[in-house]
């Protein structure tokens, strides 16, 4: 019902007080006339901060070349793309080529990543990091058992290969269940004083803990089958870079440190190749392109 002419992407142009990268579409009210969509394709950000932002660089070469079709600058190029190649997300608004090499590389793909993978996404959410995170010292002087707590991993932590774990946070859980904190001295112990305050965290129905008859101890949300082999591939959720780590167990994942596991017969050296492939630079490359950018000022 909409024939959309023009995609803009301004995610390099300066925008002043605006961080959140942008593109600007075009269209009228009417069935699409033609086949194809003019569409500007960034290449390289704003190098500075310009004196006036309508006279900056990304900006001018977007007016300046929009109606000129094959043309490439330094910021932008302008190409037309067939409707088609638009009907689904993610659009890779990536110029001087970055689109069409994207194209190449999905192309040549032996396998796609989702036929390797049996579950993705994040482990869990405690609701009551303030309680539930500690620093590793800590446990042995509140009489914790080692099994009440485990090291827990945040995406800052996903770094070069390595997952550290400078933290660890009492894990209530056990053989794949809620354990029963009574059977926990320390955990117990401890937990009990803040147990109106644990009893009151908000449920998805925008209701307490108690209200619903939860356990005031246990996590606000686990999936605690991403744990249950001890082989696992984690990530750094908001990065520069790909960061992709391999972990041989033992250890649970924040939200910012989402989970991938491979089939349940795969190996390490299974595991080894995949993470190879996922911290490459063309694993980079094509990440850049389909993954939204979380923002900044967007110089340089």
């Known amino acids: 019902t909409i024939d959309l002419t023009h995609i803009i992407s301004t995610s390099g142009a300066y925008i002043p007080g605006h961080g959140t990268p942008t593109v600007i579409l075009m269209g009228r009210n009417r069935p699409p006339a033609s086949s194809s969509i003019r569409a500007v394709m960034g290449i390289n950000g704003e190098p ?9 660089l990304v900006w001018t070469a977007i007016v300046n ?23 689904k997300h993610p659009w890779s608004m990536g110029g001087g080529g970055a689109a069409e090499l994207r194209e190449l590389i999905e192309s040549r793909g032996a396998a796609r990543f989702d036929e390797l ?22 446990p042995a002087t509140l009489s914790l058992l080692p099994s009440d707590c485990k090291p827990v991993v945040s995406g800052d932590e996903v770094r070069d290969w390595v997952a550290t774990a400078e933290q660890v946070v009492i894990f209530p859980y056990a053989v794949g269940a809620l354990a029963d904190i009574e059977e926990s ?20 129905n925008k209701r307490t803990y108690r209200d619903e008859g939860r356990s005031w101890w246990e996590w606000h949300q686990v999936v605690l089958r991403r744990i249950d082999a ?8 908001i990065a520069t870079h790909n960061h992709f780590v391999l972990d041989r167990g033992g250890k649970v994942f924040n939200r910012t440190a989402p989970v991938i596991k491979l089939s349940s017969e795969a190996t390490e050296d299974d595991h080894l190749g995949v993470l190879g492939l996922l911290n490459s630079s063309t694993g980079c490359f094509w990440l850049k392109q389909v993954c939204f950018p979380k923002g900044g000022d967007h110089m340089g």
């Open 48 to 56: 500075t901060t310009p004196a006036d932002p309508a006279q900056g």
């Open 65 to 87: 070349q929009i109606d000129q079709r094959g043309s490439e600058s330094e910021w932008v190029s302008v190409a037309d793309i067939e409707r088609d190649k638009l009907a």
């Open 117 to 138: 993978i049996t579950d993705a996404g994040f482990f869990g959410i405690s609701a009551a990091d303030e309680a539930y995170v500690l620093p590793p010292y800590v």
């Open 185 to 204: 001295p320390g955990m117990y112990q401890y937990l009990w004083p803040l147990r109106t305050v644990l009893w009151a965290r908000t449920t998805f």
């Open 230 to 237: 001890p082989l696992s591939i984690t990530v750094g959720e």
